[in-house]
């Protein structure tokens, strides 16, 4: 499979799954930081890492679609939460 710069789409048994290899307000972080910042989730005994809330919120200020820009609202207020339960 040929990635192209960016973004590239693909199906692995019947899942969707989106390779990016820039992410649009997190160009001046490594991917190395990033994955080290990942919170890790167990999805049925598999280890998943899902992207920093913060990193999340900066993509998607980035980006600024009106859908993005809803997300913000929603990611903010979970991070509210996030902190309070800490």
Request: proline residues 2%; contains cysteine; glycine residues 4%.
């Amino acid at each position: 499979m040929e990635f192209v710069h960016g973004w590239t789409t693909f199906y692995a048994a019947g899942v969707e799954l989106d390779i990016m290899t820039s992410i649009n307000g997190l160009e001046d972080e490594s991917f190395s930081t990033c994955y080290e910042m990942a919170e890790i989730v167990n999805l049925k005994a598999v280890k998943v890492p899902f992207s920093h809330i913060n990193h999340l919120i900066a993509n998607k200020k980035a980006v600024n679609r009106p859908k993005d820009q809803m997300d913000v609202l929603q990611l903010e207020e979970i991070k509210k939460l996030k902190e309070k339960d800490s």
